[in-house]
């Protein structure tokens, strides 16, 4: 588990490193409880743990979920020129 859940960022600011941090500190509590109270099977001698629940299927999960929830929408801003007229037989 370790460094699974990492935020790469540039900044500085404690704080918001501090926050970070703290975002995949729950975030890999949440899977580690979702993984054994709900997902594994209980068994004699403890729990039959699912391999097919891994963290990774877990955080594309929770992106998936706020992607549409935030309705996200990748936008690039154009410099409004377009293509060229000699670049115009390649592009179709």
Known sequence: MFRQAQVVTTTQNPVVRFAFVLVEFLLENLWL????????????GGRDLSEEFTFKIFSDWIRHALEE?????WEIEMNGVGVPEAHAPAVG
């Open 33 to 44: 409880v979702l993984h054994w109270a709900v997902v594994a099977h209980p068994r004699r």
């Open 69 to 73: 929830e935030l309705e996200r929408s």
